[in-house]
T-cell receptor
Framework: GQQVMQIPQYQHVQEGEDFTTYCNSS?????IQWYKQRPGGHPVFLIQLVKSGEVKKQKRLTFQFGEAKKNSSLHITATQTTDVGTYFCAGPNPFSGGYNKLIFGAGTRLAVHP | GAGVSQTPSNKVTEKGKYVELRCDPISGHTALYWYRQSLGQGPEFLIYFQGTGAADDSGLPNDRFFAVRPEGSVSTLKIQRTERGDSAVYLCASSTTGGNQPQHFGDGTRLSIL
């Protein structure tokens, strides 16, 4: 079945350093979504990418969708302690009939040391 | 405005017991999803409702799991004859429609089977 893989599983950085997490799908995706889950919290939607090669920015966060629509990345510039959490990518199951049956990656847990 | 509400926040019960987990989605959201999240993993799809009907229950692990949404709003996930392996955080999410819309998650119910 469809798989979504993320690397790394865990990364710790010094505050101010950059951070990147990578997401790869075993199948071509119609779109990809990114969520952030703070420790003890629930996943919160960050962004959705739809077009091949799309790049979107949210302040210090840059999201990319690969040309083949099978991979994506999230880059955070100059991390802050508020960036701590687990970042998940998720793609819809291609056989889900047009609704959002999301397959989540295992996430990348980010720790930021002040 | 009010987000997705899940009750109880924590549930501890003995192996073999029956449990019900409740989800109150964002008002007006027609799509409702249940996920299960184990430690260190991403949310795993269980079931999707569009209105009152279960449009896709392919993620339910076995026939001990059942969910309803009788009036198209509140949903209840029911687990019979609980097993220790059912221990996890059960997350509910809703979205405006069943298409590629962002999903809004509740805080989850942490289920522990002793």
């Amino acid at each position: 079945g469809q798989q979504v893989m993320q690397i790394p599983q865990y990364q710790h950085v010094q505050e101010g350093e950059d951070f990147t997490t990578y997401c790869n799908s075993s199948t071509t995706l119609s779109n990809i979504q990114w969520y952030k889950q703070r420790p003890g919290g629930h996943p919160v939607f960050l962004i959705q990418l739809v077009k091949s090669g799309e790049v979107k920015k949210q302040k210090r966060l840059t999201f990319q969708f690969g040309e083949a629509k099978k991979n994506s990345s999230l880059h955070i510039t100059a991390t802050q302690t508020t960036d701590v959490g687990t970042y998940f990518c998720a793609g819809p199951n291609p056989f889900s009939g047009g609704y959002n049956k999301l397959i989540f990656g295992a996430g990348t847990r980010l720790a930021v040391h002040p | 405005g009010a987000g997705v509400s899940q009750t109880p926040s924590n549930k501890v019960t003995e192996k073999g017991k029956y449990v019900e987990l409740r989800c109150d989605p964002i008002s007006g959201h027609t799509a409702l999803y249940w996920y299960r999240q184990s430690l260190g993993q991403g949310p795993e799809f269980l079931i999707y409702f569009q209105g009152t009907g279960a449009a896709d229950d392919s993620g339910l692990p076995n026939d001990r799991f059942f969910a309803v949404r009788p009036e198209g709003s509140v949903s209840t996930l029911k687990i019979q004859r609980t097993e220790r392996g059912d221990s996890a955080v059960y997350l509910c999410a809703s979205s405006t429609t069943g298409g590629n819309q962002p999903q809004h998650f509740g805080d989850g119910t942490r289920l522990s089977i002793l």
